[in-house]
């Protein structure tokens, strides 16, 4: 099937929400708002599965509507009751829709009447899209199993039926049974000192959309690392975790100064196994990370500042539906390079800039015009594969224009202004417009024409006047790498001893896209390439040897990508390993032996990858 085949099954196959616009949910959101959410849940270990109820308090919006459509994915729903206003509970239908691949089965409650609330008992199936669960063999202590949530963007529906869409919040409490010596997270008022007997109560008081939902079990110990802050970890890894991350407070105290008191009371983080498919995810109180950002020099908590930026992009002003991804993600990399300037310096967040825009650049060269828009047509397209450096790179990159155009002194506190002026609402792009036209273009008028804001958000690619940063750091990387590849410098006298990471990414991403083997060979025996700690010079590293054919990475490369679930670091090897027959095979048994370990996103995309033959390969 090609692309544009595949794109229109998956439309016809979307789901139908007529005013809520959301693409991505079947809620019927016009009618009613789940506004309390109240989970009890026991987890099984055994069985892998959550099992329990859910009771949701409802705000109907419309006289004489009393019908129910949530969102689930593959739960096993056993029995819903309609709760009154006294507390009585009535039996309610229901039915269950079939399952869409994409978006799961709308689940339809008839009540016989508006009711305030209703309970839904179900369970999880162990397949669960939104959840991983681990053997002890699969943690670093070996003692215990591990299970953990990742809801975003449409996987919350896999382990509790609700409203899932962002433009929806509400507040929470859960109970949850656990086995004794379990820890219990969620997205909510952890107690570092709560005993592990096996039974964990949480309230979260801020309302919050459903892909900030989340839950993590296992063996966890804890370090505080400030005043509202700690690190949760494996016992193995949380001492060196609690080392990396102790700016995490002067992170908080930065964004603070620049946008507005932080809202959320705690800032922990939770460090998963090394399976966990993304980089770091901003659940509200609890950011969850990869062991991947512990490089042991700090050099890549710009991470921590993304998903700290996130308290206001994102968390506290929410994108309405994933079509507006970049109102979380371009904003929050705004942000972050804002936290990482103040905390650690001009140099390094210019570095990261250079690196970015040329990282998005050169991934736009690649996609289709649609894909390049800030504001994409996401109908009947799984929000998972719409992922790409667009919504962040993009999106960061038009706000550090407005900023250079208005100057920060109008630029700063317009931004502190949305934040405090949208403060737990879920908006849209036409929304952020509005308000940036009344609050930075009026005031300020002649510096940026509507032109250049619509071709900013509407249209492909980046414009022409984008401003291009540049680091002095970089120029001395530039001439390192012409007179190397020139022949005029020999791999060893290249200076990179004093190189921070940066440096390193700006120096691979500057090189042909192939090289003989031999020239790798003595940049790999100057600079002990294969094998390094930090994540982010090794996929670049082992994706050159890949192309390059230098096949000694290989050893390496596979204990990489067995040892790593984290998406954004193994696909693009998998992928330059599949351009080849020989490559292809030997990553079909490098993945066989890595699958178990891998999170069901990472392995779904893997397995994309490694098909005899790609979807958009046909017709
Ligand atoms: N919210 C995202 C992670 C995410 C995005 C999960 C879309 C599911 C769907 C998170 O804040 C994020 O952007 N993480 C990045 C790290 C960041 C430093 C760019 C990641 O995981 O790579
Ligand atoms: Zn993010």
């Not at 196959?13 to 809520?20: D, F, G, H, I, Y």
């Not at 710009?302 to 968390?315: D, M």
């Not at 042909?512 to 994540?535: C, F, I, R, V």
Request: charged share 25%; net charge negative; hydrophobic share 40%.
């Amino acid at each position: 099937m090609s692309i544009r085949d595949f794109i229109l099954v998956s439309m016809l196959a979307a789901p139908v929400c007529a005013l809520a616009g959301d693409p991505h949910s079947y809620a019927n959101t016009e009618a009613v708002r789940v506004r309390a959410a109240a989970l009890d849940l026991k987890v099984d270990f055994s069985d892998r599965r959550l099992a329990g109820n859910v009771r949701l308090d409802l705000d109907w919006k419309k006289p004489g509507q009393h019908a129910l459509v949530l969102d689930t994915r593959d739960l096993d729903i056993q029995r819903v009751v309609a709760i009154d206003a006294a507390g009585n509970e009535k039996a309610a239908q229901f039915r269950l829709d079939k399952r869409d691949p994409i978006f799961g089965s709308a689940l339809r409650i008839d009540l016989p009447e508006a009711a305030p609330a209703v309970r839904i008992h179900y369970r999880t199936a162990p397949t669960a899209s939104g959840l991983q669960w681990m053997t002890p063999e699969q943690t670093a202590g070996k003692k215990r199993s591990f299970m953990y949530s990742q809801s975003q963007a449409i996987h919350a529906r896999s382990w509790v039926p609700l409203q899932d869409t962002p433009s929806v919040r509400f507040t929470y409490t859960a109970q949850i049974a656990a086995p004794k010596g379990y820890r219990v997270l969620m997205s909510a008022d952890n107690d570092a000192a709560h005993p592990l007997n096996g039974q964990f109560r949480f309230a979260m008081k801020q309302p919050i959309p459903s892909y900030l939902l989340t839950i993590a079990v296992g063996d966890l110990a804890v370090r505080q690392t400030g005043r509202r802050t700690a690190v949760y970890a494996e016992a193995s890894v949380v001492e060196g975790a609690a080392k990396e991350f102790e700016d995490t407070e002067s992170m908080i105290e930065a964004a603070e100064k620049l946008y507005g008191p932080y809202r959320w009371e705690r800032y922990d983080i939770l460090v998963l196994p090394a399976s966990f498919p993304f980089g770091g995810m901003e659940n509200p109180r609890i950011t969850f990370a990869t062991p991947t950002v512990i490089a042991g020099d700090k050099s890549l908590v710009g991470l921590i500042a993304h998903e700290l930026a996130h308290s206001w992009s994102g968390n506290l002003v929410t994108n309405a539906n994933w079509q507006h991804m970049w109102l979380n993600e371009g904003f929050t990399t705004y942000v972050e390079n804002r936290i990482v300037e103040a905390v650690y310096g001009k140099d390094e967040a210019v570095m990261q800039l250079v690196v970015d825009d040329g990282e998005v650049r050169e991934e736009m060269a690649e996609m289709s015009d649609n894909e390049q828009l800030l504001v994409p047509d996401l109908k009947g397209v799984d929000p998972d594969e719409g992922l790409s450096g667009v919504p962040y790179n993009k999106g960061r990159w038009f706000l550090r224009f407005l900023e250079l155009r208005y100057g920060r002194d109008a630029f700063d506190p317009f931004l502190r202004g949305y934040f405090d002026h949208f403060a737990f609402q879920s908006i849209d792009t036409d929304q952020f417009l509005a308000y940036y036209e009344e609050h930075l273009a009026k005031p300020h008028p002649g510096k940026v024409s509507r032109a250049e804001i619509d071709a900013w958000l509407h249209k492909p690619g980046i414009p022409a006047d984008a401003p291009v940063s540049r680091s002095p750091r970089f120029d001395a990387v530039d001439t390192a790498r012409t007179e190397w590849l020139a022949g005029k410098r020999k791999a060893d006298a290249l200076g990179a001893g004093e190189w921070v990471t940066y440096e390193w990414l700006h120096f691979l991403n500057g090189l042909p896209a192939t090289l003989p083997p031999e020239s790798l060979q003595a940049l790999d025996t100057a600079w002990k390439l294969t094998g390094t700690g930090n994540a982010e010079i090794a996929f670049r590293w082992y994706a050159l040897t890949i192309r390059s054919g230098y096949v000694q990475a290989r050893p390496a490369i596979a204990a990489f990508v067995e040892r790593i679930g984290r998406r954004k670091l193994v696909l693009p090897l998998y992928e330059a390993l599949a351009k080849t027959d020989d490559g292809k095979a030997f990553a079909r048994q490098v993945y066989a032996k890595a699958k178990p370990g891998y999170h069901p996103l990472t392995q779904g995309s893997v397995e994309r990858v490694l098909a005899d033959r790609d979807v958009g390969e046909g017709p």
